[in-house]
């Protein structure tokens, strides 16, 4: 309740009390809320985090701020009291106008963009709103700022970004896509492409945005679900090579490489094309190429293998015939025909060696071994295989090795005596008068390697210094006259030349022309401290030595009647009984009805050849004819005919032509029936 009392005075004397009472409690409910909401409001006034002006309509006096204003502009309570936004230099005369114009046609404005300064004179940017409210019936302006300076500063810098990324994008010489991929398994819609994109299928980049590229018929649907990983999962593809279209319905080959990313919640595939057409085209044109040369040197080695065949087949016979005719009673005249028979055919024979040996080596098939061997004799062989050959011509052969040279090492020894073969033999070809000497040092020495220095000097007529560097050339020699001078393919050198360097080594020339020559080179072999290696050089030897083969029963299959003859005259001359057929059906028919201690198996016959007669012995044949010994007789002499007779199931190998003391060492070999009748050398 409120009430007034009001004091009635009769002169000095107060006479009566007049009191009004009324109820006043909405009056006080309105206040209490009319408290409550302006508490409420200056909370929110205060604690709001835009920072909020209340200022005057007409005269632009700021009424009140709160603390987000003093942060945001530094102006307190104290410096804007009685003061206007235009006083302050907040904003300018021109633009406080503007902004009040607008408010009393539309009563508020929402979200607008402007620039303010600060108290220190910096300009900031704001999104700001106002509306029009009336405060004890004045009306005034309630503005709320947000400072978005940093988000100004970073849109530009993510503007300018952009402008780079699409530049560089746009102007790429490598055809990028960018597709948002689909939740449902369909191929992602392409949102972007770049320059390079459009020129490489030849499309518009107006008709690429919203559609995919199997839609587009860039590429089949099947390949791109091929490539798809699937929801939204991330992948990396790199260089995927796929078959793709142009627009123009042009096939092309490309290579795909993509990354899948997340952005806003939403995957997206970045795929960049790179057109291969051409390089396939030259890599298709390069296999064609190689698959031409492969066939032309399948072809070259076959022909090569098939003239080896035709030749050594006669040259069989003729070597043999020559061998049988040295030992019946000759002339001197006959004596002098028959060496030059057996020096022609010898020739003839190293010429076919040679061209077997730089096909092979050509061709890469030539596989050193490591095994070991006595290296003192391999010299040692060398010379005295060589000797007979310098004393007929007035040369003198020596070889010297050093004391310091292990007498066992391991490598290939076959290839070394082919190697001093060739450069020995050469330097004895050339040489007229004074020597030829072969010496072996130790080079190096190091753990379980040693390295040997291999030279061969001569007092032949040398090389001219212009010439040095082709006489390792196939088919060349140091003169053009030499081959008709001379004799011999120009390839001697050349296989000696690339067989150090595919053992590691180097061959070195040193010549005077009209003095002599020296060849040097090195080759690192295993050492060994190993006591009871075999000695190859008296294997050779022994190899040469004539046996005695009486009591062995041979089946031979061979379907040259000339070799034949040579063959039975050879074993029969040594007391072997022999049986002779001409294909593979009779040597299975004979051994059928008889039982031999060896079979002597030509590899080419009619009706059946040595292979599948082979073949039938040891798989369908009962022991003990299944297990009897075949020693194979081929003219074919190309890399893996050995390991192929091996492997078909026969015991050993023997070449065409053969020498009559290697074919019976051979089967005295097999047999176990050898008896020895001459000395080792």
Same mark, same amino acid.
């Given at each position: 309740?409120?009430?007034?009392?009001?004091?009635?005075?009769?002169?000095?004397?107060?006479?009566?009390?007049?009191?009004?009472?009324?109820?006043?409690?909405?009056?006080?409910?309105?206040?209490?809320?009319?408290?409550?909401?302006?508490?409420?409001?200056?909370?929110?006034?205060?604690?709001?985090?835009?920072?909020?002006?209340?200022?005057?309509?007409?005269?632009?006096?700021?009424?009140?701020?709160?603390?987000?204003?003093?942060?945001?502009? &530094?102006?307190?309570?104290?410096?804007?009291?009685?003061?206007?936004?235009?006083?302050?230099?907040?904003?300018?005369?021109?633009?406080?106008?503007?902004?009040?114009?607008?408010?009393?046609?539309?009563?508020?404005?929402?979200?607008?963009?402007?620039?303010?300064?600060?108290?220190?004179?910096?300009?900031?940017?704001?999104?700001?709103?106002?509306?029009?409210?009336?405060? !004890?019936?004045?009306?005034?302006?309630?503005?709320?700022?947000?400072?978005?300076?940093?988000?100004?500063?970073?849109?530009?810098?993510?503007?300018?970004?952009?402008?780079?990324?699409?530049?560089?994008?746009?102007?790429?010489?490598?055809?990028?896509?960018?597709?948002?991929?689909?939740?449902?398994?369909?191929?992602?819609?392409?949102?972007?492409?770049?320059?390079?994109? +459009?020129?490489?299928? *030849?499309?518009?980049?107006?008709?690429?945005? &919203?559609?995919?590229?199997?839609?587009?018929?860039?590429?089949?649907?099947? %390949?791109?679900?091929?490539?798809?990983?699937?929801?939204?999962?991330?992948?990396?593809?790199?260089?995927?090579?796929?078959?793709?279209?142009?627009?123009?319905?042009?096939? #092309?080959? +490309?290579?795909?490489?993509?990354?899948?990313?997340?952005?806003?919640?939403?995957?997206?595939?970045?795929?960049?094309?790179?057109?291969?057409?051409?390089? *396939?085209?030259?890599?298709?044109?390069?296999?064609?190429?190689?698959?031409?040369?492969?066939?032309?040197?399948?072809?070259?080695?076959?022909?090569?293998?098939?003239?080896?065949?035709?030749?050594?087949?006669?040259?069989?016979?003729?070597?043999?015939?020559?061998?049988?005719?040295?030992?019946?009673?000759?002339?001197?005249?006959?004596?002098?025909?028959?060496?030059?028979?057996?020096?022609?055919?010898?020739?003839?024979?190293?010429?076919?060696?040679?061209?077997? %040996?730089?096909?092979?080596?050509?061709?890469?098939?030539?596989?050193?071994?490591?095994?070991?061997?006595? #290296?003192?004799?391999?010299?040692?062989?060398?010379?005295?295989?060589?000797?007979?050959?310098?004393?007929?011509?007035?040369?003198?052969?020596?070889?010297?090795?050093?004391?310091?040279?292990?007498?066992?090492?391991?490598? !290939?020894?076959?290839?070394?005596?082919?190697?001093?073969?060739?450069?020995?033999?050469?330097?004895?070809?050339?040489?007229?008068?004074?020597?030829?000497?072969?010496?072996?040092?130790?080079?190096?020495?190091?753990?379980?390697?040693?390295?040997?220095?291999?030279?061969?000097?001569?007092?032949?007529?040398?090389?001219?210094?212009?010439?040095?560097?082709?006489?390792?050339?196939?088919? $060349?020699?140091?003169?053009?006259?030499?081959?008709?001078?001379?004799?011999?393919?120009?390839? &001697?050198?050349?296989?000696?030349?690339?067989?150090?360097?595919?053992?590691?080594?180097?061959?070195?020339?040193?010549?005077?022309?009209?003095?002599?020559?020296?060849?040097?080179?090195?080759?690192?072999?295993?050492?060994?401290?190993?006591?009871?290696?075999? !000695?190859?050089?008296?294997?050779?030897?022994?190899?040469?030595?004539?046996?005695?083969?009486?009591?062995?029963?041979?089946?031979?299959?061979?379907?040259?009647?000339?070799?034949?003859?040579? +063959?039975?005259?050879?074993? $029969?001359?040594?007391?072997?009984?022999?049986?002779?057929? %001409?294909?593979?059906?009779?040597?299975?028919?004979?051994?059928?009805?008889?039982?031999?201690?060896?079979?002597?198996?030509?590899?080419?016959?009619?009706?059946?050849? &040595?292979?599948?007669? $082979?073949?039938?012995?040891?798989?369908?044949?009962?022991?003990?004819?299944?297990?009897?010994?075949?020693?194979?007789?081929?003219?074919?002499?190309?890399?893996?005919?050995?390991?192929? +007779?091996?492997?078909?199931?026969?015991?050993?190998?023997?070449?065409?032509?053969?020498?009559?003391?290697?074919?019976?060492?051979?089967?005295?070999?097999?047999?176990?029936?050898?008896?020895? $009748?001459?000395?080792?050398?």
């Amino acid at each position: 309740m409120e009430q007034k009392a009001v004091m009635i005075r009769d002169g000095d004397w107060v006479s009566e009390f007049q009191c009004t009472v009324r109820d006043i409690t909405e009056r006080k409910t309105m206040e209490s809320a009319l408290v409550h909401s302006n508490n409420k409001f200056q909370n929110i006034f205060n604690s709001s985090p835009f920072a909020i002006a209340l200022i005057q309509l007409e005269n632009g006096i700021i009424q009140d701020i709160n603390d987000e204003f003093t942060s945001m502009f &530094g102006f307190t309570k104290d410096d804007v009291k009685g003061q206007s936004t235009v006083d302050l230099a907040i904003l300018t005369e021109d633009e406080r106008t503007k902004m009040v114009d607008y408010v009393k046609t539309h009563g508020s404005t929402k979200n607008r963009e402007h620039s303010y300064r600060t108290k220190s004179g910096a300009i900031i940017t704001c999104i700001y709103s106002n509306i029009l409210i009336e405060v !004890d019936g004045v009306p005034n302006i309630l503005v709320m700022f947000s400072n978005i300076t940093e988000l100004k500063r970073l849109e530009g810098a993510l503007a300018e970004s952009n402008k780079k990324f699409l530049t560089i994008f746009s102007s790429s010489l490598q055809a990028v896509s960018v597709c948002e991929n689909s939740t449902d398994g369909k191929p992602g819609i392409l949102t972007e492409v770049n320059t390079a994109f +459009c020129e490489l299928f *030849k499309i518009k980049k107006s008709e690429t945005i &919203g559609r995919s590229l199997p839609e587009l018929g860039l590429i089949a649907e099947t %390949d791109m679900r091929g490539m798809s990983s699937g929801g939204t999962a991330k992948k990396i593809v790199v260089n995927h090579e796929i078959t793709m279209a142009r627009k123009t319905g042009e096939k #092309i080959t +490309c290579l795909i490489s993509f990354n899948e990313v997340e952005l806003s919640g939403k995957s997206y595939r970045i795929t960049l094309f790179n057109d291969i057409t051409e390089r *396939k085209k030259l890599e298709n044109e390069l296999v064609y190429a190689k698959n031409k040369a492969e066939e032309s040197t399948r072809t070259k080695e076959l022909f090569v293998a098939n003239m080896s065949h035709e030749i050594r087949t006669p040259m069989t016979g003729i070597i043999g015939l020559s061998e049988l005719l040295g030992q019946t009673q000759l002339n001197s005249e006959q004596q002098e025909y028959l060496d030059g028979i057996r020096h022609s055919s010898e020739s003839l024979l190293t010429i076919i060696n040679e061209i077997l %040996d730089i096909s092979k080596i050509n061709a890469g098939k030539i596989i050193f071994e490591k095994i070991p061997f006595n #290296i003192h004799s391999i010299i040692k062989h060398v010379a005295f295989t060589l000797e007979p050959r310098a004393k007929a011509k007035g040369v003198t052969f020596k070889f010297t090795i050093d004391k310091s040279v292990p007498e066992k090492v391991v490598g !290939d020894s076959v290839r070394l005596s082919q190697i001093l073969w060739n450069l020995a033999g050469n330097a004895l070809k050339f040489t007229e008068q004074g020597f030829v000497e072969v010496t072996l040092k130790k080079q190096s020495e190091e753990n379980d390697k040693v390295r040997l220095l291999f030279a061969i000097k001569d007092t032949g007529i040398g090389i001219d210094n212009n010439r040095i560097s082709d006489i390792f050339e196939e088919f $060349t020699q140091a003169e053009t006259t030499t081959s008709r001078k001379y004799g011999g393919t120009g390839l &001697g050198l050349t296989i000696a030349n690339k067989l150090v360097e595919m053992q590691g080594g180097k061959i070195t020339v040193e010549s005077i022309p009209g003095a002599g020559s020296t060849f040097t080179f090195s080759l690192e072999y295993g050492n060994t401290s190993q006591a009871n290696l075999p !000695d190859i050089t008296n294997e050779k030897l022994l190899s040469e030595s004539p046996v005695d083969l009486a009591g062995i029963s041979i089946l031979l299959a061979e379907d040259n009647k000339v070799n034949q003859g040579v +063959c039975r005259k050879i074993l $029969t001359g040594r007391g072997a009984k022999v049986d002779i057929v %001409d294909d593979g059906k009779k040597v299975i028919e004979n051994l059928n009805a008889n039982m031999y201690d060896i079979i002597l198996m030509d590899i080419q016959m009619p009706e059946m050849d &040595g292979y599948e007669a $082979t073949n039938f012995i040891r798989s369908k044949m009962q022991l003990p004819k299944s297990g009897i010994p075949i020693l194979a007789l081929t003219a074919f002499a190309m890399e893996g005919e050995n390991e192929k +007779c091996l492997n078909a199931g026969m015991n050993g190998y023997v070449s065409k032509p053969f020498k009559s003391s290697e074919l019976c060492a051979k089967i005295v070999q097999f047999t176990g029936k050898k008896k020895q $009748t001459a000395p080792i050398i």
